[in-house]
C-alpha cells in the first residue's frame, strides 16, 4: 500500500538552529511531492511543492526540500529556525495516477527563542 | 479572505446523534475533499467529488455519507457518530488539472461525541 512515513515526531529546536525534517514514501511510480504547514489554531497551507525538473525546491519562508528519487525521500530543511516557525509540518504525496493527497503522520516543531 | 470555510468549527454531539459538518469554498473548485484527522495521525481521505462525481474510498465506513448540490457547497453527514468518530474534520478543494495535488485546506471541524 501506498505510506509518506515521517521519521521525527516531535523537534525541538532554539532559534538560529538549523532544521531537518525528513520524509519518505513507498510507490514505485511517478509521484508529485507536497509539505504542509499547519499553524497553531490555522488551516494546512502549502510550504512547497515538487513536481519535475531541479530536486532542490524553495518554498515560503525560506524552507527547501530536496527530491532523491533513489531514496524515495523528501526531505525539509531550514538553515535557521525562527520562532514563528512553530507548527505542525505535514509530507504528502499524489501519486501521478490519481488526484489523491496522501499524508505522513506530521511533525511537531517546537521552536524557543 | 478565507477560500474555504467550514461550519460549524467546533461540534458537540451525543453518541448516536446525527451530524451534518458543512463546507463551501470561493475558488470555484471543481474538485471537493473530506479527511477525518484524528490526534496525532496523517489526515486520511473519506471521501471526494470531482465535480458532482462522488468517489468514496474502500475503507470509509457507511457512517459517513456526503452531499455536494452545486460547486460551492459540499456536506458531510455522519448518521449515527460513536466515540471513534470524534476528531477533526478537513474539507478541502483543488482544480482538477493534470494531477497537481494542490490542496486548499478549511480550518477544519472539530467534532466531540459524549
Known amino acids: 500500500a501506498q505510506s509518506v512515513s515521517q521519521h521525527n515526531h516531535h523537534v525541538i529546536l532554539s532559534e538560529a538552529a538549523s532544521l531537518e525534517l525528513g520524509c519518505n514514501y513507498s510507490?514505485?511510480?511517478?509521484?508529485?511531492l507536497f509539505w504542509y504547514v499547519q499553524y497553531p489554531g490555522q488551516h494546512l497551507q502549502l510550504l512547497l511543492k515538487?513536481?519535475?525538473?531541479?530536486?532542490l525546491v524553495k518554498g515560503i519562508k525560506g524552507f527547501e526540500a530536496e527530491f532523491i528519487k533513489s531514496k524515495f525521500s523528501f526531505n525539509l530543511r531550514k538553515p535557521s529556525v525562527q520562532w514563528s516557525d512553530t507548527a505542525e509540518y505535514f509530507c504528502?504525496?499524489?501519486?501521478?495516477?490519481?488526484?489523491?493527497?496522501?499524508f505522513g503522520t506530521g511533525t511537531r516543531l517546537q521552536v524557543f527563542p | 479572505d478565507a477560500m474555504v470555510i467550514q461550519n460549524p468549527r467546533y461540534q458537540v454531539t451525543q453518541f448516536g446523534k446525527p451530524v451534518t459538518l458543512s463546507c463551501s469554498q470561493t475558488?470555484?473548485?471543481?474538485?471537493m475533499y473530506w479527511y477525518q484527522q484524528k490526534s496525532s495521525q496523517a489526515p486520511k481521505l473519506l471521501f471526494h467529488?470531482?465535480?458532482?462525481?462522488?468517489?468514496n474510498e474502500a475503507d470509509t465506513p457507511d457512517n459517513f455519507q456526503s452531499r455536494r448540490p452545486n460547486t460551492s457547497f459540499c456536506f458531510l453527514d455522519i448518521r449515527s457518530p460513536g466515540l471513534g468518530d470524534a476528531a477533526m474534520y478537513l474539507c478541502?478543494?483543488?482544480?482538477?488539472?493534470?494531477?497537481?495535488?494542490?490542496?486548499?485546506f478549511g480550518e477544519g471541524s472539530r467534532l466531540t461525541v459524549l
Open positions: 478541502a478543494t483543488s482544480i482538477y488539472a493534470g494531477n497537481t495535488g494542490e490542496l486548499f
Open positions: 510507490y514505485g511510480g511517478t509521484v508529485n
Open positions: 515538487y513536481f519535475s525538473g531541479d530536486p
Open positions: 504528502a504525496v499524489t501519486p501521478r495516477d490519481t488526484d489523491k493527497l496522501i
Open positions: 475558488l470555484n473548485h471543481n474538485v
Open positions: 467529488y470531482y465535480d458532482k462525481d462522488f468517489n
